[in-house]
């Protein structure tokens, strides 16, 4: 099994219902560690950006309204298969259709609100890692 990083977001619905270390728990006990932290509020240019691979579908107004209306974390998780470990630990996107003992199933408020992102791949886990940090802001 290969060690691997990927990026992951709490997002406003969660931090603003101070989830942060319920949800940082899942991951560690579920053999994540977290090597990069940091609490930010994002802009609507910064928002934009990072979200620009949606920019078409008519969705994405609505999501830059919700990811600039509160701060979120943005992290970098580390361990064996993390781009996979992460996405079956955050279940599906809307929490109805989310597996029980999930992230999204025990805290998401809606398929918007859904309280996590993640990265889909490891060549997107890198992009979206080097986005939000340095190098030097790794430390595994």
Known sequence: MAIERTFSIIKPDATRRNLTGKINTLFEENGLS?????????SRAHAESFYGVHAARPFFKDLVEFMVSGPVVVQVLEG???????????????????????????FAESI?????????SAENAAI???????GLELVG
Do not use: C, W
Request: aromatic share 6%.
């Open 112 to 120: 918007e609100a859904n309280s996590v992102h993640g990265s889909d």
């Open 34 to 42: 977290i090597i990069a932290q940091k609490r930010i509020q994002m």
């Open 80 to 106: 064996e298969n993390a781009v996979a470990k992460n996405r079956d630990l955050m279940g599906a996107t809307n929490p109805a259709n989310a597996a029980e003992g999930t992230i999204r199933k025990l």
């Open 128 to 134: 979206e890692i080097a986005y939000f940090f340095a």
